[in-house]
T-cell receptor, first 114, second 112 residues
Framework: QQQVKQSPQSLIVQKGGISIINCAYE??????FPWYQQFPGKGPALLIA?????SEKKEGRFTISFNKSAKQFSLHIMDSQPGDSATYFC?????????????FGQGTTLQVKP | KAGVTQTPRYLIKTRGQQVTLSCSPI?????VSWYQQTPGQGLQFLFE???????NKGNFPGRFSGRQFSNSRSEMNVSTLELGDSALYLC???????????FGPGTRLTVT
């Protein structure tokens, strides 16, 4: 029940295309869903996050869509650029429980071809 | 503000030895969490400290321990190292309850 399942494992997109990464969770107590971007040799960087009381959040080219009833959320990268090539992790936590513990998905390696 | 810093960045140890890793959080942040990242298991939560108290603990053996000091800096210790402990150890800090977590660059530990 603590798992977060992420798909696909890898993704190849042409420059200018839309990249879509999906995550599913089981624990309905989760109330915070961030996405992290990680480049080789670096730590994960917080990209965008959403709470379950909204269905969509957009920041620049990055959008999170959230479906509470299906217990799924996804990251959409519009106008994908070669500089977006990185590994993306979704995560979930129970912040109302006064904990910062993040449960991560397995990661998606994105390659954006020029 | 300066980001999360971790020292050392790289470390090579021998099986059976112990190691201590250090993390300095973002100024003003009182919560520090530690994660282990491996190709096979991904990112796994080790433990979280807030105001010098362990607030949460992941599913790791007792060989993994940590502590937090009054200035919020944190250390984690791994005793009796095993080959499987080779990983990137990441520290993340947040402002406390409900705050976003910001990661450091990690310490790459290799156990031979």
């Amino acid at each position: 029940q603590q798992q977060v399942k992420q798909s696909p494992q890898s993704l190849i997109v042409q420059k200018g295309g839309i990249s879509i990464i999906n995550c599913a969770y089981e624990n309905t107590a989760f109330d915070y869903f961030p996405w992290y971007q990680q480049f080789p040799g670096k730590g994960p960087a917080l990209l965008i996050a959403i709470r379950p009381d909204v269905s969509e959040k957009k920041e620049g080219r990055f959008t999170i869509s959230f479906n509470k009833s299906a217990k799924q959320f996804s990251l959409h990268i519009m106008d994908s650029q070669p500089g977006d090539s990185a590994t993306y992790f979704c995560a979930a936590s129970y912040r109302s429980g006064n904990t910062g513990k993040l449960i991560f998905g397995q990661g998606t390696t994105l390659q954006v071809k020029p | 503000k300066a980001g999360v810093t971790q020292t050392p960045r790289y470390l090579i140890k021998t099986r059976g030895q112990q190691v201590t890793l250090s993390c300095s959080p973002i100024s003003g942040h009182r919560s520090v969490s530690w994660y282990q990242q491996t190709p096979g298991q991904g990112l796994q939560f080790l433990f979280e400290y807030f105001s010098e108290t362990q607030r949460n603990k992941g599913n790791f053996p007792g060989r993994f321990s940590g502590r937090q000091f009054s200035n919020s800096r944190s250390e984690m210790n791994v005793s009796t190292l095993e080959l499987g402990d080779s990983a990137l150890y990441l520290c993340a800090s947040s402002g406390g309850q409900g705050g976003e977590q910001y990661f450091g660059p990690g310490t790459r530990l290799t156990v031979t």
